[in-house]
């Protein structure tokens, strides 16, 4: 039920299953001082460009089981009438046989782990073109300092100081020393161009969904493979799409299926069985704190500001 009060409108919602709202959630998160989402006192605020204009969504589980979701701004009921949705409510998993030990026991310690849609492409889309090729440190550091500096203030009592992230018009403005001084190279600052150009059309992934929304999204120069998961992973909470051409994935897969690191080939071998729903077994993998052996150096985070 959805009700207009003095501090915005407010939805109630009983979920029919469990659900870790945290855990949902978090996949949406960029990181400490995220522009567009915090969590305060047990609350999830979310600052959102949306079809419907910008919003903000606040969410929270009350001691009864109950989610209450607020929000305000243009785009408040349209982002009340996902809050199912992106906490999961579409995620289906039946079909899905956990055959490896490390999959079943965090299938069974984890039940409320769900793949939450967030039925929109653009704010995911930016987060995921930032993260090519550069540390977390590095892209999360560029996502701030664009989301303060040109996204639009988050409608609503926020806690702080909370942006969106720049809209597409907003990103083909930016002029070179803007960019520079985000810290964005020009690989990722023209693949950002070249998807804001497009923005628009690239929300029809959500409605395509699976194989058929990320080829949409890879029409785009310089989305590959990895991108496009990692977008599908988020705005239709897609089960299958695995980000291969990660650094790191390979190796936690293969080091909690098989006992040793793997490259993407051997990933994809060993994450067969789960098709068509590998990006599922891969979030339990995820969530079940596998640690894997280094065998060389972290890499270094670069500061393009200073080229």
């Known amino acids: 039920m959805t009700t207009a009060t003095g501090t915005g409108l407010v939805r109630h919602w009983c979920p029919p299953f469990t659900?870790?709202?945290?855990?949902?959630?978090?996949?949406?998160?960029?990181?400490?001082?995220?522009?567009a989402f915090?969590?305060?006192?047990?609350?999830h605020w979310l600052a959102n460009n949306t079809p419907a204009g910008v919003g903000t969504l606040a969410i929270e589980r009350t001691t009864d089981g109950e989610v209450v979701g607020r929000a305000w701004g243009p785009a408040a009921d349209w982002?009340?009438?996902?809050?199912?949705?992106?906490?999961?409510a579409d995620d289906d998993d039946s079909g899905f046989v956990a055959h490896h030990p490390v999959i079943a026991d965090g299938r069974r310690r984890m039940a409320g782990l769900r793949l939450g849609t967030a039925g929109r492409v653009w704010d995911i889309l930016v987060a995921a073109i930032l993260e090519q090729k550069v540390t977390g440190f590095?892209?999360?550091?560029?996502w701030r300092e664009l989301g303060f500096r040109f996204g639009t203030p988050a409608p609503g009592p926020?806690?702080?100081?909370?942006?969106?992230?720049?809209?597409?018009?907003?990103?083909?403005?930016?002029?070179?020393?803007?960019?520079?001084?985000?810290?964005?190279?020009?690989?990722?600052?023209?693949t950002l161009y070249a998807a804001a150009q497009v923005a628009h059309a690239l929300?029809?992934?959500v409605t395509l969904k699976g194989e058929a929304g990320r080829d949409l999204l890879r029409k785009v120069h310089g989305i590959g493979v990895w991108t496009a998961a990692e977008v599908a992973q988020?705005?239709?909470?897609?089960?299958d799409a695995v980000s291969f051409g990660d650094l790191h994935l390979p190796h936690t897969v293969g080091t909690a299926l098989v006992g040793h690191r793997l490259d993407d080939a051997g990933m994809a071998e060993v994450l067969a069985p789960y098709a068509p729903q590998r990006q599922r077994a891969v979030r339990y993998i995820e969530a079940s704190g596998v640690r894997v052996q280094r065998f060389a150096p972290r890499f270094s985070p670069r500061d393009y500001r200073r080229f």
């Open 19 to 35: 659900v870790d709202v945290s855990g949902v959630l978090g996949q949406l998160s960029r990181g400490r001082g995220d522009p």
């Open 234 to 239: 988020r705005a239709w909470g897609d089960p």
């Open 38 to 43: 915090r969590v305060v006192g047990g609350m």
């Open 79 to 88: 982002l009340l009438e996902g809050l199912p949705a992106l906490l999961g």
């Open 138 to 142: 590095e892209a999360h550091r560029s």
């Open 203 to 205: 929300e029809r992934a």
């Open 158 to 190: 926020v806690p702080g100081r909370m942006h969106t992230p720049p809209t597409p018009r907003t990103l083909m403005a930016l002029q070179d020393w803007e960019w520079h001084r985000a810290g964005v190279d020009g690989q990722r600052r023209r």
